[in-house]
Nanobody
């Protein structure tokens, strides 16, 4: 059974930073794509960042240069480092595994996600 457990959300002021973590268990595929999605109130779920087993990384244009996705395979953990946060980054962030469409931003597809975490709230105040 695949489980994704996120942590690290919270409330910060604009310009601040947060690190999201996602501990992954039960998912053991030599070829994979994982990522982070977010959903703001009244909006659809958007792919923010993705990484595949070959190390290819993709970001939504809205977060390029500010967010960094990384993984620690030894500890089965996926990270999202978020810097220079803006109020428009306010959303619930979800860890995602087993993406069949390994892209972010306008090319992301939440329907391609095989497994979701429970979500963690990020609130950025101005």
């Amino acid at each position: 059974q695949v489980q994704l457990v996120e942590s690290g959300g919270g409330s910060v002021q604009a310009g601040g930073s947060l690190r999201l973590s996602c501990i992954v268990s039960g998912y053991d595929d030599s070829t994979y794509c994982m990522g982070w999605f977010r959903q703001a109130p009244g909006k659809g779920r958007e792919g923010v960042a993705s990484i595949d087993s070959d190390g290819r990384i993709d970001y939504a244009n809205s977060v390029k240069g500010r967010f960094t996705i990384s993984e620690d395979n030894a500890n089965n953990t996926l990270y999202l480092d978020m810097n220079n946060l803006k109020p428009e980054d306010t959303a619930t962030y979800y860890c995602a595994a087993d993406l069949t469409v390994c892209s972010s931003g306008e090319y992301s597809d939440y329907r391609s996600v095989g497994h979701w975490g429970q979500g963690t709230q990020v609130t950025v105040s101005s």
